[in-house]
Nanobody
Framework: QVQLVESGGGLVQAGGSLRLSCAAS????????MGWYRQAPGKQRELVAT???????NYADSVKGRFAISRDNAKNTVYLQMNSLKPEDTAVYYC?????????????WGQGTQVTVSS
């Protein structure tokens, strides 16, 4: 069974840091882009950061300079280092990955991990 499993969310004070991890498991041939999205209460899901298979990154303007996305291709894992956190970063964070399986390419999502930043 192919799945993405996130970890690392929690409660942190403003100015603090958290590191999210997302591991893809199952019968995966290869992984293209991986990324993180977030959804705050009452708002639409939005892109936070993405990273290609060769390491090219893209960030939302709101997190540039504070967040860093990285990946370990040997472990099929993507990370999101979040520094200088603000209350407006509070949201459920979702991992996303483009996975090549035996039957083709598919877009997978993790179950989400809550990040809460207190002021």
């Amino acid at each position: 069974q192919v799945q993405l499993v996130e970890s690392g969310g929690g409660l942190v004070q403003a100015g603090g840091s958290l590191r999210l991890s997302c591991a893809a498991s199952g019968s995966i041939f290869s992984i293209n882009a991986m990324g993180w999205y977030r959804q705050a209460p009452g708002k639409q899901r939005e892109l936070v950061a993405t990273i290609t298979s060769v390491g090219s990154t893209n960030y939302a303007d709101s997190v540039k300079g504070r967040f860093a996305i990285s990946r370990d291709n040997a472990k099929n894992t993507v990370y999101l280092q979040m520094n200088s956190l603000k209350p407006e970063d509070t949201a459920v964070y979702y991992c996303n990955a483009e996975l090549r399986l035996a039957s083709g390419w598919y877009d997978y999502w993790g179950q989400g991990t809550q990040v809460t930043v207190s002021s």
